[in-house]
């Protein structure tokens, strides 16, 4: 179940009759950028469809602005003739850009491949959290064994035993002890 924001100037009902499914539980339709803002800001939204240009601005900029400061997948509609042009200003970011007029079944293709491609980007992010989480720990316990070095005179590896055989022997993780150590010689 997905949720949607709609920035359209004109042709709002048109794309809510389009998403409305089982697959969108939550339509939002907006007329201009600044509404579209606001909401952005009370909540997430798991796909925004941008169709340009909106009544304050084109759309683009907006596009832009919500691939960096949210997870939301975007879909921008742009006039044919101008598509090539609003394509390479946004599409490193992540924006996906369909041509005027809309084919209800390219239109269909667009949304699955921009939820799809959320999903992945959701799955890579996690994954790096826990890579840079893992990176954090491992260099939390190096400067806790460099500190046993330092003040207890161990080697490297008499400071690593140290380290594994508090974490099993008190049952907690190496990170737990090693911020003991920090704590203990470093204030």
Known sequence: MYSALIAASKGKAVFEELLNSDEFTHIVTVSNGEEARKHLLESSFDLVIINAPLSDEYGHKLALEITESTSSGVLLIAKEDIEQA???RVEDYGVFVVPKPLNRQIFFR????????????LGLSKENDKLQKKIEEIRLVDRAKCTLIQYLNMTEEQAHHYIERQAMDMRITKREVAEGILKTYET
């Open 110 to 121: 667009a949304v699955k491949l921009v939820i799809a491609f959320r999903r992945r980007a």
């Open 86 to 88: 609003v394509c390479k």
